[in-house]
């Protein structure tokens, strides 16, 4: 056989070999988490178990004595019908998030190791008497009283050692259980994780919820894209997005697959808007609050006066009536398979979304089953 021969024969085997022996692309992806909060209520909605990974009941509270219970005669009612879609679908997560915006007594609870016990004790019986599957801390904002609850400099360095003893608690339960507890927090980006010592906590969380949503509101000057993916070539310098939250996290050194972007299955409504741009990034003089998805799809809104417009940059839609001069910023399908893709794309953990009773039926959790389970090629 002759030196050009073998060779020849040589990567014949090499490339053979390396078929057999690597793993397909689609075999060796890690699986995209999709996370959905679920509201306190009276009664139920129909949840489709097999197409959530993990549901968070929103929310439990905390007292003025440390201790962490469900807000009312409804909660365990409601955290029970959540448990029992396990029976549908066996590997889904119930996680009981604490907290939620204006929910207060946290920089008290966090303060001392007293009372950072009872906490942890209280949420633990929580977890215990409703066979649940993790913790989610909701507090909105450490070391910030924006929402008009109590706050402290040291709420960083406390906060910190609080999720210390909730993972070791919830360790300590996993070891007796032969099970595995998980712990995440809901988090925003930029001054609203100025109260996060990320290099501490990181290691003792599955995941963080980024709330990716709200950029625009009452709060901010001009409308705007509330829960815009990317950067607007409208947007000013340093305006919020979704990807800049990411961004600002993984410079944090949180890892990617440690990070789930946020979907708001609901839109900031204004009123009074200036016209130009079909209202968007305009001033305007009130505000028309929240409206769901459920509102937009059943009011007919683009049959009655909104015409639907599309950012490519940022990835995102609104709706603009200019008679009445009203702009709705709000996560569409497009919207959704666009974070689908970021997220794919970026190696990032997964996706969760505020909340399950926004959704007309399920018909954008079934945008967003679909874009996870069947990726474009």
């Given at each position: 056989?002759t030196?050009?021969?073998?060779?020849a024969?040589l990567?014949?085997?090499?490339i053979?070999?390396?078929a057999?022996?690597?793993?397909?692309?689609?075999a060796s992806a890690?699986?995209?988490k999709l996370?959905?909060?679920?509201t306190?209520?009276k009664?139920?909605p129909p949840?489709?178990?097999?197409?959530l990974?993990?549901?968070?009941f929103a929310?439990?509270?905390?007292?003025?004595q440390h201790?962490v219970?469900?807000?009312?005669a409804?909660g365990?009612?409601?955290?029970d019908g959540?448990?029992?879609?396990?029976?549908?679908?066996?590997e889904?997560?119930?996680?009981?998030s604490i907290g939620?915006?204006?929910a207060?007594?946290f920089?008290?609870a966090?303060?001392?190791a007293?009372?950072r016990?009872?906490?942890?004790?209280?949420a633990?019986a929580?977890?215990?008497?409703?066979?649940?599957?993790g913790?989610?801390i909701d507090?909105?904002?450490?070391?910030?009283d924006d929402?008009?609850i109590?706050?402290s400099?040291?709420?960083?360095?406390?906060f910190?050692?609080?999720?210390?003893?909730?993972?070791?608690?919830?360790d300590?339960?996993?070891?007796a259980r032969?099970?595995?507890?998980?712990?995440?927090?809901a988090?925003?980006?930029g001054r609203?994780?100025?109260?996060l010592?990320?290099?501490?906590?990181?290691?003792?969380?599955?995941w963080?919820?980024?709330?990716?949503?709200?950029?625009?509101?009452?709060l901010t000057?001009?409308?705007g894209?509330?829960?815009g993916?990317g950067a607007?070539?409208?947007?000013p310098?340093?305006?919020?997005?979704?990807?800049?939250?990411?961004?600002n996290?993984?410079d944090a050194?949180v890892?990617?697959?440690?990070l789930?972007v946020?979907?708001?299955f609901?839109?900031?409504?204004f009123?009074?808007?200036?016209?130009?741009q079909?209202?968007?990034y305009?001033?305007f003089?009130s505000?028309?609050?929240?409206i769901?998805?459920?509102?937009?799809?059943?009011?007919?809104?683009?049959e009655?006066?909104?015409?639907?417009?599309?950012d490519p940059?940022?990835?995102a839609a609104w709706?603009?009536?200019?008679?009445?001069?009203?702009?709705?910023?709000?996560?569409?399908?497009?919207?959704?398979?666009?974070k689908?893709?970021y997220?794919r794309?970026?190696?990032?953990g997964?996706?969760?979304y505020?909340d399950?009773?926004?959704d007309?039926?399920?018909?954008l959790?079934?945008v967003?089953?679909q874009?996870i389970?069947q990726?474009?090629?």
């Open positions: 056989m030196a050009a021969l073998r060779a024969v990567a014949v085997v090499l053979a070999l390396s057999c022996t690597s793993t397909p692309r689609s890690r699986p995209i996370i959905g909060y679920v306190n209520g009664t139920l949840i489709s178990a097999r197409k990974d993990v549901i968070n929310f439990a509270v905390v007292d003025a201790r219970h469900l807000p009312d409804d365990p009612r409601t955290l959540l448990v029992k879609l396990r029976g549908d679908n066996p889904l997560k119930i996680v009981l939620g915006w204006g207060g007594h920089s008290e966090a303060a001392t007293q009372s016990q009872v906490f942890t004790d209280t633990m929580l977890l215990r008497a409703h066979d649940l599957d913790l989610d507090w909105e904002y450490p070391t910030l929402a008009g109590s706050a400099p040291d709420d960083t360095a406390n910190a050692a609080l999720l210390g003893r909730l993972r070791e608690a919830l300590a339960e996993g070891r032969g099970r595995h507890y998980v712990l995440s927090i988090a925003a980006e609203f994780a100025s109260g010592d990320l290099p501490r906590i990181t290691p003792l969380l599955d963080i919820n980024l709330m990716t949503y709200d950029f625009h509101g009452s000057p001009t409308t894209h509330a829960a993916l607007s070539t409208l947007d310098a340093h305006a919020r997005n979704g990807i800049a939250a990411v961004q996290f993984l050194g890892p990617a697959a440690k789930n946020g979907m708001a609901y839109g900031r409504r009123g009074e808007v200036e016209p130009a079909h209202g968007l305009q001033r003089a505000d028309g609050g929240f769901s998805y459920r509102e937009i799809v059943q009011g007919r809104l683009t009655h006066g909104f015409t639907r417009y599309w940059d940022a990835q709706l603009w009536n200019p008679t009445t001069r009203q702009m709705i910023s709000y996560d569409d399908p497009q919207a959704l398979r666009a689908v893709r997220v794309a970026h190696g990032l997964g996706l969760m505020w399950y009773r926004e007309d039926g399920e018909a959790l079934d967003v089953r874009a389970d990726p474009a090629p």
